[in-house]
């Protein structure tokens, strides 16, 4: 069985900066690309950052600049270090990796999702 458990986020005020973990564990063979997506109050849930294995990023055009993602193979682990922040990032954060458990298919796999507050 396969778990991500995030952590790292809560309130902060407008231009400040919190940092995301997403560690995953279980009975892994590989994991190949992670990611960060968000979901506001009423809004979809909507792509932030990939990255695949060999370190790859794409990031969306809103977050250009003020957030970067990383990831530690060989902890299982993905980052997303956001700085800037501003209101309109407030959502709850999700982390999703594509892993393979037995070597020969891969599925999606999520966090519980993690809130973030930015407000004065």
């Known amino acids: 069985q396969v778990q991500l458990v995030e952590s790292g986020g809560g309130l902060v005020q407008p231009g400040g900066s919190l940092r995301l973990s997403c560690a995953a564990s279980g009975s892994i063979f590989r994991i190949y690309a992670m990611g960060w997506y968000r979901q506001a109050p009423g809004n979809q849930r909507e792509l932030v950052a990939t990255?695949?294995?060999?370190?790859?990023?794409n990031l969306v055009d809103s977050v250009k600049g003020r957030f970067t993602i990383s990831r530690d193979n060989a902890k299982n682990t993905v980052y997303l270090q956001m700085s800037s922040l501003k209101p309109e990032d407030t959502a709850v954060y999700y982390c999703?990796?594509?892993?393979?458990?037995?070597?020969?298919?891969?599925?999606?796999?999520w966090g519980q999702g993690t809130q973030v507050t930015v407000s004065s």
């Open positions: 999703n990796a594509q892993i393979s458990v037995t070597g020969s298919t891969i599925s999606d796999y």
């Open positions: 990255i695949t294995r060999t370190g790859y990023t």
